[in-house]
């Protein structure tokens, strides 16, 4: 049998995920993804390099994003505490501490919501009476919220870090994407 690539050769394995030939060129072309996938043709082998590519592009994206809206929070936050408070209005500040940490207060949520879910995995689902005497599941909110609050305020000192963080894994993606297009470009002219 025949490489589905190089008619001349024999094929040594097949595609992992078409089942086409794949001769011993093809299969040390492609065998970077070995691992991964098994042996893959190199038609497979492209797909699978434009797929790691659209998943880094759209990390970077989503990164980018939460830079863009964390950093502004967070100088909106900074200038509403100590410029619109004044340093002493403790309103503003509260308030201003909230926008700085708004990104971790959502991260602080869904810890609570883990935390939460274990409890009643251990200990059962409880419920609360309200005060027309209806029974309710209770969902944890106060917990979601202290947790969410806790979060809110670490996130004064760890949202700038977060910031730093995501610039450089930005930076890591696009250096992959670089030479995965190397890559591809390689591949093709086997
Ligand atoms: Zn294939
Ligand atoms: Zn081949």
Wanted: glycine share 8%; charged share 20%.
């Amino acid at each position: 049998m025949k490489c589905s690539r190089h008619l001349n050769k024999e094929v040594v394995a097949m595609c992992a995920k078409c089942n086409a030939g794949v001769c011993e060129d093809c299969a040390t072309a492609t065998q970077s993804l070995r691992d991964e996938y098994g042996t893959l043709c190199v038609s497979c082998y492209q797909t699978a390099l434009g797929e790691a590519i659209n998943y880094y592009k759209e990390d970077n994206s989503s990164k980018l994003k939460n830079i863009i809206i964390s950093a502004c929070l967070y100088v909106f936050g900074i200038f509403f505490a100590l410029v619109n408070g004044t340093g002493t209005d403790y309103i503003s500040i509260i308030v201003g501490i909230f926008f700085c940490g708004f990104y971790n207060a959502i991260a602080g949520w869904k810890k609570g919501e883990e935390v939460h879910e274990e409890h009643e995995r251990k200990y059962g689902v409880s419920y609360n009476v309200d005060s027309e005497g209806n029974i309710e599941r209770n969902n944890g909110f106060f917990k979601k919220l202290f947790i969410a609050a806790i979060y809110t305020v670490l996130g004064l000192v760890v949202t700038p870090f977060t910031i730093i963080k995501n610039a450089i894994i930005i930076s890591k993606n696009k250096k992959a994407i670089e030479s995965i297009e190397l890559e591809m470009e390689a591949v093709s002219k086997i």
